[in-house]
């Protein structure tokens, strides 16, 4: 199962993606495939739009974790949407990802 969990003070700090889904085979897995897109394509944006020293990022097999150093108005946007998309996969594949919550 894909585990994400979004840190928010009074805007998006962090938002951690582990797990994997298991929904079919390496390979052929459309979710794992949605949430890694969704993510790298995230990251790369951030990077592109000239964001690059207001986040660390670390991608590897399996987790993707970001944190913001600090905030602006397109990060947050950039971010907010991350969140959306991952909770449109979360309703669409509930056995397969979920958020966790804090506590």
Known sequence: MIKY??????T?????VSGHANYKKH????V???????TILSANLLERMGFKGD???????GFF???????????EHVLNNLEE??????????KYIKHQKEG
């Open 5 to 10: 969990h979004v840190c928010k003070d009074q």
């Open 12 to 16: 998006i700090t962090a938002i951690r």
């Open 27 to 30: 390979g052929e897995d459309i």
């Open 32 to 38: 794992c495939a949605a949430v890694s897109t969704a």
């Open 55 to 61: 986040y660390t990022v670390s991608v590897e097999e």
């Open 65 to 75: 974790d970001l944190k913001v150093l600090q905030s602006n108005p397109n990060l």
């Open 85 to 94: 998309t991952l909770k449109e996969l979360e309703l669409q594949y509930p």
